[in-house]
Each structure stands twice: as structure tokens, then as C-alpha cells.
């Protein structure tokens, strides 16, 4: 399941979920007493357009290096989501000196190795879950349901 069409969009739906709440509790304890819950609102809007931003970014880079893996490699495996991280994480970070690149490169490859091992563990789960049942031989088909 390519990133680009399924998983892009459940990452898209836990990054917005998770920078409403956080910038959501960061404007209520920012607010004053009586004015917290519109506070809160007023903060994740503010917010929304760099968290969108930001999002992009980091999905396009994304996107962008898991096709290069997959054309270099000529394969269709985990490590391309993984080794695509490693290098986004990066490339994303590099402004911010050679520890915190090596730093954010490493965190973002062991985000996706995880999200690729669940996804894995899952599609195991579920295909046990689908196996077609074998009829004990002796035994009887049922008979279907009579019509009334």
C-alpha cells in the first residue's frame, strides 16, 4: 500500500487531531479564566495554517524520496518508507546544525519503522483472521434456510 494514497491520509488525520488538541490546550491555559474555550478556539485556528504547512512539507519530502527509494532499489519493501524517513527527517533539520539533523533523521526513520511494523502486524492479523475454514470430511453441509 503505496503512502501517497491510504497511509497519507491517515497520517493526515492524526496530525490534525493532534495539533488540535495540543494547540487547543495550549490556548486554554494561555487564556484567561472566562474567555478559556474561546481562547482555545482562537488558538487552533491561528495555528492551522502552519501545522497544514508544516505537514505538507514533510509529506511531500515524504512522498518525494519513498518514490526515488523505490525507483533506486527497484522494490517494493518497509525500508523504502523507512530509509525515505531517514532522509526527510533530515532534510528537514538541516538547518539546525549536524546533532540536531543526525537527531531528527534517526527519530523520523524509527516513526515510520514503527508505523510500518504495526501496519505489517496488522495485514498479519487480519489475513489470520480471513483464512477460508476446511469442512471436517463426515460431516454434513448445512442446509440453507427454507424460504417461507
Same mark, same amino acid.
Request: aromatic share 10%; hydrophobic share 45%.
Given at each position: 500500500?503505496? +503512502?501517497?494514497?491510504?497511509?497519507?491520509?491517515? +497520517?493526515?488525520?492524526?496530525?490534525?487531531?493532534?495539533?488540535?488538541?495540543?494547540?487547543?490546550?495550549?490556548?486554554?491555559?494561555?487564556?484567561?479564566?472566562?474567555?478559556?474555550?474561546?481562547?482555545?478556539?482562537?488558538?487552533?485556528?491561528?495555528?492551522?495554517?502552519?501545522?497544514?504547512?508544516?505537514?505538507?512539507?514533510?509529506?511531500?519530502?515524504?512522498?518525494?524520496?519513498?518514490?526515488?527509494?523505490?525507483?533506486?532499489?527497484?522494490?517494493?519493501?518497509?525500508?523504502?518508507?523507512?530509509?525515505?524517513?531517514?532522509?526527510?527527517?533530515?532534510?528537514?533539520?538541516?538547518?539546525?546544525?549536524?546533532?540536531?539533523?543526525?537527531?531528527?533523521?534517526?527519530?523520523?526513520?524509527?516513526?515510520?519503522?514503527?508505523?510500518?511494523?504495526?501496519?505489517?502486524?496488522?495485514?498479519?492479523?487480519?489475513?489470520?483472521?480471513?483464512?477460508?475454514?476446511?469442512?471436517?470430511?463426515?460431516?454434513?453441509?448445512?442446509?440453507?434456510?427454507?424460504?417461507?
Amino acid at each position: 500500500m503505496p +503512502l501517497t494514497t491510504f497511509g497519507a491520509r491517515r +497520517l493526515t488525520v492524526f496530525k490534525v487531531i493532534g495539533g488540535c488538541v495540543w494547540h487547543g490546550i495550549k490556548g486554554f491555559r494561555n487564556s484567561p479564566i472566562g474567555e478559556r474555550g474561546s481562547g482555545a478556539v482562537l488558538a487552533i485556528k491561528a495555528r492551522a495554517p502552519v501545522v497544514g504547512g508544516n505537514f505538507g512539507v514533510w509529506g511531500g519530502l515524504l512522498s518525494f524520496y519513498d518514490c526515488g527509494i523505490k525507483h533506486i532499489r527497484k522494490r517494493e519493501d518497509p525500508w523504502n518508507a523507512i530509509i525515505a524517513g531517514f532522509f526527510t527527517g533530515g532534510s528537514i533539520a538541516i538547518r539546525g546544525g549536524w546533532k540536531h539533523t543526525r537527531n531528527s533523521a534517526i527519530t523520523c526513520a524509527c516513526v515510520l519503522g514503527v508505523f510500518e511494523g504495526v501496519g505489517m502486524m496488522f495485514q498479519r492479523w487480519i489475513a489470520t483472521q480471513n483464512k477460508p475454514m476446511a469442512i471436517p470430511e463426515g460431516a454434513e453441509m448445512p442446509s440453507p434456510p427454507l424460504a417461507a
